[in-house]
């Protein structure tokens, strides 16, 4: 007979103790202390998204649900975007709205993988994909990018890829890596994948945080996966607002029909203001804003990766997105990553992320992953804290 307090088998994986979590409660009791672990993106929220939100909350749109694929003129917008920056056409019947694009992934898994099913993931992973993917019983397979600046490896995927592959995820911008698949990696990618029923999943939340000249290519504007990609995405890191969860998925409607079906049982829908307040961004803001971002965190970037390279940090300077993951062992020592992350707190004050949870197979992996998504004082605090170590 079980147990009244026994949980579901299905949980076993997320009962261990989170490294993350754990190092968030440590650094918030640290006078002084700067967390640069969890990638929170603490910045200033764009007014048109206030406005709208506020605008919806005080004004005559009343505060019921939402259809549970969206607002039309959010998912309007949404289209929109698709079209002139990621060149994918999509029809008003092929995107939803979604509670950020872990509600977009964990919808599509849900109405397109059974357990048992294997999906590859490029490792380093950002590893919400791999712990989402065990909840739902699939079994994640890694195939590992090559060198210290994570290229694509086709020989990896191919071993990857078996009789029960049902889908790849693709990351780029990557978390944790900053890695940037180019298009010539894509094509690569379709190659590999003709002749299969093999799925594209994709993540693209840092798409506007490309640097050193890179552009973001969104793998459904690759015509050989157009139709074997579902596209996910999010406005938390574009606008600074991961609290409010509002992200999207993209691809052939009777897929993303299901998904939206399949929300329903999650969520109902997203909330109703927030629709609100990015749709009216994604209408009012500039194209000027979009490029300023990009170059605010690749300033940031160089900031960043300067005061590593000061102290002594190896690593290769992220292509996109808000991450470094840099091998601390010249700095800290022979430590295993948590036990590296916490000298790091007794030392500067200053909080990152165990590297082993980005990988299937952790042994030896002495990294951790530092974010530097923060405001500049915050920054450039951190940065002399870093260079300080080498006094």
């Known amino acids: 007979m079980r147990s009244f307090d026994q949980l579901a088998s299905r949980c076993a994986d997320l009962g261990g103790d989170n490294p993350l979590r754990a190092l968030t409660e440590v650094i918030a009791k640290v006078p002084g202390g700067i967390n640069l672990g969890q990638g929170v993106c603490d910045l200033g929220t764009p007014h048109p998204l206030v406005e709208g939100a506020v ?35 999509y029809g008003d019947d092929e995107v939803m709205v979604a509670t950020g694009s872990s509600g977009a992934f964990t919808a599509a898994a849900l109405s397109m993988l059974e357990p048992g099913d294997e999906v590859v993931l490029f490792e380093p992973f950002y590893s919400y994909h791999r712990s989402t993917l065990i909840l739902l019983g699939c079994r994640p397979v890694f195939a590992p990018l090559r060198g210290e600046n994570f290229d694509f490896d086709g020989d990896a995927l191919r071993r990857a890829i078996g009789p029960r592959t049902r889908a790849v995820v693709v990351n780029t911008p990557g978390n944790p890596s900053g890695k940037v698949f180019s298009r010539e990696e894509l094509e690569e990618i379709a190659r590999i994948l003709a002749g299969t029923p093999v799925l594209v999943f994709t993540d693209e939340v840092y798409e506007y945080m490309c640097f050193d000249g890179r552009g973001h290519v969104s793998p459904a504007s690759v015509p050989a996966l157009a139709e074997r990609t579902l596209t996910i995405g999010s406005f938390s890191k574009t606008f600074s607002i991961t ?22 049982q999650l969520a109902v829908c ?15 803001l500039p194209a000027s804003f979009y490029e300023e971002l990009r170059l605010s965190y690749e300033r940031k970037r160089d900031r960043f990766c300067a005061a590593l390279a000061v102290a002594g940090f190896r690593f290769a300077k992220p ?17 295993e990553p948590y036990a590296a992350a916490l000298r790091l707190i007794e030392r500067i004050g200053v909080n990152g992320v165990p590297g082993n949870v980005f990988y299937g197979n952790a042994g030896g992996v002495h990294t951790i992953r530092f974010q530097f998504a923060v405001e500049p004082a915050v920054l450039e605090d951190a940065c002399a804290r870093f260079v300080g170590l080498k006094a």
């Open 55 to 89: 605008g919806s909350i005080s004004g005559a749109d009343r505060q019921t649900y939402t259809h549970y694929a969206g607002l039309p003129e959010l998912k309007e917008q949404i289209r929109l975007k698709l079209a002139t920056f990621n060149h994918v056409e």
């Open 243 to 264: 609290g409010w969860r509002i992200g999207y998925l993209a691809g052939p409607a009777p897929i993303v029909e299901m998904a939206g079906r399949v929300f329903d």
């Open 270 to 284: 997203a909330p109703r203001p927030l629709q609100r307040g990015v749709a009216k961004a994604l209408r009012d």
């Open 319 to 335: 292509a996109g997105a808000y991450y470094v993951l840099a091998d601390y062992r010249d700095v800290l020592g022979d430590l």
